[in-house]
């Protein structure tokens, strides 16, 4: 059931589409995807807590490689999840980063409560501000965006290369790949979009950081690849272990494999926790990651099987040399369409999607 509802923003009202169906884990969802912007609260972090896909492959990289290391946790989280697991598969040490305030006096009481806590620094900052008595032989991170190196992990991880870590470290994850492939926003709602009611706590977060409202990236849960129109490219490669690039210029051809509509991409992650395993896949997978829609066409364009959609997807260093900022080309059918993800926020209702998720702009 979708309804208006308004959310107090500093003050101000902003009206916003909800839908107050409940989870259905059948059905499509929409959420803000607020990794980039940074953003978490207390439901993200049980979501990634009890995330066993996840999980399950980070337990598996980090028992092969964490024992007899001195360990680097950054951004270890709410729950210490990776500086934990470390410690239990056999390193020799930890020192767990984390950046968020409120998020490092959580971890705090975390580490009081465990067993090894003695194994483990817990440092507050940034990483890129941060030195070690010794270098770490391991790095372990979760900062992996629905778009792959959206919370600035290549700039990130690369620091830790030159700086925290031995010569012969090893990063986990090793690599991440974001796809694209074109889809249709307008027929995954065909009865309209509004945001998850359990997901406007987030959205509030995020304009509250932000000092008011701006475009949101569009996060969609319990979508797969039925809801692909075309083949699908890689747009970003990040790989951990080698060479890492903190930005990027990307150019493809998605070829419509069936009749229907398009009217923007859908970006989602393959992750590798270590090399030659089976990736955690953020498409064809129920995780913490989801795929995000990028508006593009409004309304959308009839396609058929055959058609050719040209996309060109750059990257590159936000002001602030750590996030990224995203731009995406496309043409299809003679037309043009081009759609920006900044790190920081500065547009609110540039795209019709977003004035008729904020009905009041």
């Not at 934990?84 to 998020?103: D, H, K, N, R």
């Not at 194994?119 to 030195?131: F, Y």
């Not at 150019?251 to 992750?271: F, H, K, Q, Y």
């Not at 309304?299 to 996309?311: F, T």
């Amino acid at each position: 059931m979708l309804q208006n509802d308004r959310l107090d923003i500093a003050g101000r009202a902003v009206s916003v589409v909800v839908d107050h169906s409940g989870w259905g884990a059948d059905r499509p969802q929409l959420w803000p995807s607020v990794g980039m912007y940074p953003c978490y609260d207390e439901l993200l972090y049980d979501l990634m807590s009890m995330d066993e896909v996840r999980n399950s492959a980070y337990r598996k990289a980090l028992e092969r490689t964490a024992p007899g290391r001195i360990a680097l946790d950054i951004g270890t989280g709410r729950d210490l999840n990776w500086a934990i697991e470390a410690v239990t598969s056999g390193a020799t040490e930890v020192v767990a980063i984390e950046g968020m305030p409120e998020t490092y006096q959580m971890a705090k009481q975390r580490l009081a409560e465990i067993e090894w806590s003695s194994r483990i620094k817990l440092c507050h900052g940034l990483s890129t501000d941060v030195t070690l008595d010794r270098r770490a032989e391991l790095c372990v991170s979760e900062i992996i965006g629905d778009i792959g190196g959206a919370e600035g992990a290549a700039a990130v991880l690369a620091d830790a290369r030159r700086r925290l870590t031995t010569p012969d470290a090893v990063f986990v994850p090793d690599s991440c790949i974001t796809y694209a492939g074109a889809t249709c926003f307008a027929d995954i709602f065909p009865d309209g979009a509004g945001f998850l009611a359990q997901s406007t706590d987030l959205l509030t977060q995020a304009f509250t950081v932000h000092s008011g409202p701006f475009d949101v990236l569009l996060g969609l849960a319990n979508v797969g690849p039925e809801h692909l129109l075309t083949d699908y490219a890689p747009v970003e490669s990040l790989y951990f272990n080698g060479d890492l690039a903190v930005d990027g210029d990307t150019s493809a051809t998605l070829t419509v494999s069936r009749p229907g509509r398009v009217d923007g991409l859908l970006l989602w992650i393959e992750l590798w926790c270590l090399p030659g395993t089976d990736p955690v896949n953020s498409l064809t997978m129920r995780t913490n990651w989801m795929p995000v829609y990028l508006p593009l066409f409004d309304p959308p364009r009839a396609v058929k099987p055959g058609d050719e959609m040209h996309i060109d997807f750059t990257y590159q260093p936000s002001g602030d040399g750590v996030h990224p900022d995203y731009f995406v080309t496309a043409r299809l059918a003679g037309e043009t369409a081009e759609f920006h993800v900044p790190h920081q926020p500065g547009t609110f209702g540039a795209h019709p999607v977003y004035r008729r998720l904020f009905p009041t702009t």
